[in-house]
């Protein structure tokens, strides 16, 4: 083992240093002193000196927060003062009680001064320092002993490896709550679900579940934080007079405490701090589930002292559960505005997070499935932060026998169309796209959108008002209205009516692609579309069409082609196209270019201003020639059309030594293709 230079002692002590500042601004004062990439830049740094000298590397270095594969013993740790618990308070009426007795017990008359901190939905820890350094973490257990779980506690960031700052007391006890943030625990349930792996139904199950895995390197993945919530030490005198000072100590010492807190005086000025922190409840970035109010002066706490396993001078003033049990009365199919169908959970009502909840989204089969919902479990459902309730754990032991599985249903439960699950997607949709009722306004406005049909004037707001009003329920009816019609409507003045209907008369003799493109079949795009224009030229060749010629087509795959069959099998659909052909739609046929095109198999890019058409018919035209074209330039780029005032993509063409055309040069070969 070489021995390191005096430099590399110092660097690594720097490092340390640097990493261990940047980890307290982060984690403990909420405030990052640098990027993340600056951070890991510094974090390899030292790990490569480490790794090169063993010797240099410390206990309460950040590098060690890695954890390790060793696998941990959890071996009970007696609790040199018990972990108790807190008792609660359910109501406004027995909060007053307390601070009724506590006002007594002191023979106060005056408010008594509170410390209110949010309770953290986690689990309650204890972390040994000695000489500064952490030695020991165990948890509450049956709050005379826990287990050791120093391993698993070293790899979480908010928890300091070494006590900052000096004049530290000798032995040193932090008591605190380890949680998990909601946008980690979304993250990681996304993640395990992506592996296949058993997903955590919330953040404080997934919060055990990392503190109990057995392998360090395991939680120190996991998003895990550490909130301080009391300190001990073996020389009181040590410390400050109060628990809010006790606690700011405790933050200068680096760990983290709840910036939520604060203080209140008397009893109405603790009901104020619950209902306002109540308000704040969902937008807080981790779940609590209430409010713990302290007895400030820690004299008054040592006078009050302690009821079997509970101090005297706190209480958890307890929010609305954000999880209860109740019961699967049906499950039923909605179907939403792109044909997605859904089961949604018809439940026994239930009071959680605040709301009587009778319905709870099972997003998809394969959530049943993995869920193994039935018709009739008792189930957990869970409103928190998100607004919708989820049902996220069935009690199995309770199924009834009489319990029904879910069936997805085969046709549509509001237009009767065929429900297609394509494999290897997990939405099921309704194939009704033109004449669901569940799907009209969305198919009008994908109809009237600008790269469909481009019916000017045919927003939003009128396509609402039109099916509101039962003027428009297909996109043929929109062929009907006459100015007279429209004029019925409220705030449509004439000069409007008559565009709009000028606008609906010039759609109606379109070119078939962007017939295609309008009729909204899933996956169906405007390359697609222009795809299966050419290649069979009618709209009458791409509805015979089966399978096998559909994905001899560029761009469809077997799932498009799956698409484009059930689309046109539905009679509902075959029926809006005769109405629409009734009302005097024409679409265009195409000339068949399926044999190789001139620019088959070619990446064109445009760029700058181009005088004589548009970026947009440019663009039209070169597809129609075949060529693909992208918004960047690369070796691959075939040619590089330059208009007015191009920058650097005209730059990079020409380091890439990537062909370059004018636009009078894009002109003549357009004219030579008849295009132009
Ligand atoms: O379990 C707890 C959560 C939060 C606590 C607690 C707390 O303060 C914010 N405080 C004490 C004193 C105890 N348990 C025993």
Redesign the pocket.
């Known amino acids: 083992m070489s021995k390191p230079s005096a430099g590399s002692v110092k660097r690594a002590e720097e490092l340390r240093s640097a990493l261990d500042e940047h980890n307290y601004q982060y984690y403990v004062l909420d405030d990052p002193g640098i990027p993340d990439a600056e951070y890991d830049r510094l974090f390899r740094e030292l790990q490569k000196l480490e790794t090169e000298y063993p010797q240099l590397v410390s206990d309460d270095s950040p590098t060690r927060r890695v954890g390790s594969t060793a696998e941990t013993s959890f071996d009970e740790v007696v609790h040199r003062l018990p ?4 008792d609660n308070a359910f109501s406004e009426e027995e909060l007053r009680d307390f601070d009724r007795r506590v006002r007594e017990r002191l023979g106060s008359d005056n408010d008594i001064e509170y410390v209110c ?1 949010p ?1 953290l939905d986690g689990l ?1 820890v204890s972390v040994h320092y000695e000489q500064g350094l952490l030695v020991r973490a165990a948890t509450r257990g049956d709050g005379y002993a826990g287990e050791d779980i120093t391993a698993n506690i070293r790899t979480i960031p908010s928890v300091p490896l070494r006590i900052r700052g000096r004049d530290v007391p000798d032995l040193v006890e932090v008591r605190g ?1 380890v949680y998990m943030p909601r946008a980690g625990f979304e993250a990681l349930n996304n993640r395990l679900e992506n592996h296949g792996d058993k997903t955590f139904v919330n953040p404080r199950n997934a919060a055990a579940g990392s503190l109990r895995q057995k392998k360090s390197t395991v939680t120190a993945r996991r998003p895990l934080e550490m909130c301080a ?2 300190v001990a030490v073996t020389d009181d005198s040590l410390l400050p007079d109060t628990q809010w000072e006790s606690l700011q100590q405790v933050r200068q010492w680096g760990f983290r405490i709840n910036p939520e807190m604060r203080k209140a005086l008397g009893v109405s000025e603790c009901l104020a701090a619950y209902e306002e922190l109540m308000q704040k409840r969902d937008a807080l970035p981790y779940e609590i589930d209430g409010i ?1 109010f ?1 007895v400030n002066r820690l004299d008054y706490q040592a006078t009050l002292g302690f009821v079997s396993r509970a ?1 005297r001078w ?1 209480i958890a003033h307890k929010f609305p559960a954000q999880e209860e049990l109740t019961v699967i009365e049906d499950v039923e199919f909605q179907v939403g505005r792109t044909g997605a169908v859904t089961p949604v959970a018809r439940l026994k009502p239930v009071f959680v997070g605040g709301v009587t909840v009778s319905n709870a989204t099972l997003h998809n089969m394969d959530e049943i499935r993995r869920l193994d919902v039935r018709i009739g479990d008792t189930v957990f459902v869970r409103r928190a932060g998100d607004v919708i309730p989820k049902v996220v754990k069935v009690v199995i032991e309770k199924r009834p026998k009489t319990a029904k599985s879910v069936v997805l249903p085969k046709q549509c439960p509001v237009c009767d169309s065929d429900v297609i699950q394509i494999e290897g997607e997990v939405v099921a949709r309704c194939s009704g796209g033109l004449f669901c009722p569940a799907q009209r306004k969305e198919a009008i406005r994908h109809y009237a959108s600008r790269k469909a049909l481009d019916i000017e004037g045919l927003g939003d707001k009128w396509i609402d008002i039109l099916v509101d009003h039962a003027m428009v329920s297909t996109v043929a009816d929109i062929y009907h209205l006459t100015i007279k019609d429209l004029l019925r409507l409220e705030r449509m003045g004439e000069k409007s009516a008559s565009n709009l209907v000028a606008a609906i008369d010039r759609s109606r003799q379109p070119v078939l692609w962007r017939f295609l493109y309008a009729l909204g079949i899933r996956e169906v795009g405007e390359a697609t579309a222009k795809s299966l224009a050419s290649h069979f030229g009618s709209l009458e060749a791409v509805a015979e069409a089966d399978e096998e010629s559909l994905v001899a087509v560029q761009d469809v795959g077997p799932i498009v082609a799956g698409h484009i069959r059930s689309f046109f099998e539905q009679p509902h659909n075959l029926e809006t196209l005769d109405a629409l052909r009734d009302a005097g739609v024409k679409w265009q046929e195409e000339e068949i270019t399926a044999g190789a095109k001139p620019l088959q198999g070619q990446t064109w890019v445009l760029t700058g201003t181009l005088s004589e058409l548009t970026r947009d018919e440019a663009r039209e035209k070169l597809e129609t020639l075949g060529a693909k074209v992208a918004g960047s330039v690369s070796r691959k780029t075939a040619c590089v059309v330059a208009g007015e005032a191009a920058g650097s993509k005209l730059e990079k063409a020409e380091k890439l030594g990537v062909q370059v055309l004018d636009e009078q040069a894009l002109l003549e070969m357009l004219k030579e293709h008849e295009l132009f």
């Open positions: 972990m108790l618990s807190l901190e309770k309650a709550e919530y009391s713990v302290k101090p706190a």
